[in-house]
């Protein structure tokens, strides 16, 4: 089954839940905000994404960029975990492995779910 880490309120996240919706895909929604992320998850997110997945682009990074790139990596990744918000998301996983970071429809309809 997969797994959806994210916040149910962001349009990215919904246009993800619609797409997996349509296509019958069941899937365990984790919620950031009531279930924070692991440092092991935010590692794991990272190695994915090629950098921590933070959205650089979202307005909550925008709002703390400088408190953040003033961080250690170690610190960073304690952050990111107590600033949930600016994490890149949808995050989906697959037997603890992360198969997509935010949504792309041409991208989620080559996955194998």
């Known amino acids: 089954m997969i797994t959806m880490y994210a916040i149910p309120n962001c349009d990215t996240v919904k246009k ?3 797409f997996l919706d349509k296509k019958k895909i069941e899937y365990q929604f984790i919620d950031f905000k009531k279930v924070p992320p692991t440092p092991e998850q935010i590692k794991r997110w990272g190695e994915f994404f090629g950098e921590l997945p933070v959205n650089k682009k979202g307005i909550t990074y925008k709002k703390i960029k ?3 790139e003033g961080l250690t ?35 989620y309809s080559g996955l194998k779910f």
């Open 73 to 107: 990596p170690a610190q960073k990744i304690k952050f990111i975990s107590e600033n949930t918000s600016m994490i890149k998301r949808p995050v989906l996983e697959k037997n603890n492995k992360t198969i997509a970071m935010g949504f792309d429809e041409e991208f």
């Open 66 to 68: 400088d408190e953040y």
């Open 16 to 18: 993800a839940r619609t």
